[in-house]
């Protein structure tokens, strides 16, 4: 009697732990960057001389985990969101005179190498750091890393990083220097 009984409450026990589990474990879900304006107060003027060809060199077209928030998994496609990049630069180089062209003489190749997102501290937000790779036609190459704060959510602090990389990109004297 006494045996079954205990039978009885382990297999309870473990159907419960089972299900838990299965409670703990949540959705994968993609993250697709938000756009947003560079702010133009943080941009230096810009002299662009002749056209200019902005090129994707992340060769990676598969999802990256980028974080693990309220028990849901969020991923990443890194080429995307380097197109996403271009996108953005192309339209802020264009705000400045500048022309974007595949044809262009200058080249500025980008990569988005890496991303996270977690949460802030007592989950007042999200936090996501970011970091782009970025090489000119004459040679130099840069990594820019950022960390973007931003409230509730996951695309709008993508997007936010990918906003302050193209800042500081914009600010790079050694890329502005090539830009002339």
């Excluded at 009697?1 to 089972?18: G, Q």
């Excluded at 703990?24 to 943080?42: A, E, H, I, K």
């Excluded at 999802?63 to 969020?74: D, K």
């Excluded at 993508?158 to 500081?168: D, N, Q, R, S, V």
Aim: proline content about 2%; glycine content about 10%.
């Amino acid at each position: 009697m006494l045996f079954k009984f205990v039978n009885c409450l382990v297999k309870s026990l473990f159907l419960l732990i089972l299900l838990t589990g299965c409670g703990l474990t949540g959705n994968t879900y993609l993250v697709v960057p938000s756009t947003q304006d560079v702010n133009p107060n943080r941009v230096h003027n810009l002299k662009l001389n002749g056209k200019i060809n902005l090129v994707n060199i992340q060769s990676i077209k598969t999802n990256t985990q980028l974080g693990v928030l309220s028990h849901n998994f969020y991923e990443g496609n890194f080429n995307e969101w380097t197109n996403k990049t271009i996108q953005l630069l192309k339209r802020e180089l264009e705000k400045r005179g500048g022309e974007v062209s595949e044809s262009g003489l200058k080249t500025l190749s980008l990569s988005v190498v890496a991303a996270q997102l977690e949460t802030r501290s007592a989950g007042s937000g999200t936090r996501c750091t970011l970091t782009l790779h970025v090489e000119t036609g004459d040679g130099y190459k840069k990594d820019i890393f950022v960390v973007n704060n931003a409230g509730i959510g996951v695309d709008r602090p993508a997007g936010g990083a990918i906003t302050l990389a193209i800042t500081e990109l914009l600010n790079d004297e050694k890329i502005l220097k090539y830009f002339r």
